[in-house]
């Protein structure tokens, strides 16, 4: 009688348990039914891919050098001996020409990521715009999932070679679906700008983080644990796609409104000065992370430890700039050309202040200031691009942030190597003060946007906002439809009209309606 009490006991305490799961279960479905939920979930899923993204590119800068430096160590003396097996001859030359090779293999390496992302983000903009944001960013989370392993289980130069450029192809999809998909679900100014807002501090954390991460893990744990752990997550944020989200679920794809090319994007002029604007603010943190360490090492006598930390007081200015820019634009959104240029001219002073610096905590207040500055031009603009689509193009965001995800890549797949060799041919010193002046002669380009404000939404845009107002690129989809049905004709042959501006959102549509000589509105 106990034993069959028992069971019967657990019994209910699992059919309870079951229950209270079904409960969780139709309370995140009833959730991801109400859009403003179904938002802040996505910009958790996305917030999360980008933290992931930046602290894998990041997380190698204290590892890849100490461990490529002991392959080669080990290298060198299976040589020594099989060469020399009797022999003891002076090795400091041989020594000085493995430390140059190291040196190109490092750069090379930690530039690999950028160069691949840079060749991708054409195709994968073009390919988001085609199938929406979710899939992509599936993809660009599944890549940098096996890149992350194979980080973590690599012995030798090629293998870490292979997962460095794997990890560009991820990043292509997932940095550029991920803040295309912000920039959608998030289709009101202020709403858009404190979204990527948000999503820049995890980018910023990500980065800043990583490296003492990386190294605390790496110290005591060895080299695949830090990998390890980020693959968990990758894992993790994955899974909360699929289920959140739901990419493979049945949803209409074929009436999709043609996003701009990527090509178009680029000679629009006010989308030329942005994405060189993102270019140029990023170089010096591009072109000084490579470097720094060095000629702290030289100059300060620097331990390891303040090498490592570098960047990291850095977080709290660039918090800061992303919070202050997100409150001006609101009160004043007018002039985000102005808050641009301020942080471009923050930047240049910043680093025109580096070689000046004596000791660490000298160096800590112009890094800051870089940090700070670029806070304020990303925030600033990176909005700005979704409003130029809106405004000037169709409201699909995969190319134009493929666009500002390129004008990342080159200053990142230049820093690595280039900037090693501005520092070996004319100085530090040379180098710092050339990307100040750099960014304080863009500066004055941003002008072109001060009446950016002031652009009329093209035609589809008005239409869209006489009827419910659309959550994101599917939402309007189904608005298409919708109407369609009330005319009493397919969607499949509807088109819309060339707006006033030139652009036709649905030219795709356009050839089907001329064919099969269906009814226009207008």
Known sequence: MEGETRSSGLAKSAALKLSEMGEKTKRLGTAMKDPHRQRRIILVIVCVALLLDNML???I??????YLAELENEQSEHVHLVIHPNSSFNSTSQDKINKNNLDIQIGVLFASKAILQLLVNPLSGTFIDRVGYDIPLLIGLSVMFVSTCIFAIGENYATLFFARSLQGL???????SGIAMIA????????????????????SFGSLVAPPFGGILYEFAGKKVPFIVLACICLADGILLLTVIKPFSNRTRENMPVGTPIYKLIMDPYIAVVAGALTVCNIPLAFLEPTISNWMETTMHSSQWEMGITWLPAFFPHVL??????KLAAKHPHLQWFYGALGMVIIGASSCTVP???????????????CFGIALVDTALLPTLAFLVDVRHVSVYGSVYALADISYSVAYAMGPIVAGQIVHNHGFVQLNLGMGLVNVLYAPALLLLRNVCQMKPSRSEQDNLLDEAPQGLYDTIRMEERRAKKKGYSSAGNCLPVDENGFDPFGAQRSLSEESSGPEYT
């Open 57 to 59: 590119y990041m997380v």
């Open 61 to 66: 800068v204290p590892i890849i050098p100490d």
């Open 170 to 176: 991820g990043s292509a999809f997932a940095d550029t």
């Open 184 to 203: 959608d679900k998030y289709t009101e100014e202020g709403e858009r700008s404190r979204a990527l807002g948000i999503a820049l501090a995890f980018i």
């Open 321 to 326: 700039g992303v919070y202050l820019t997100v």
């Open 356 to 370: 000046a610096c004596k000791t660490f905590g000298q160096l800590i207040a112009p890094l800051c200031g870089i």
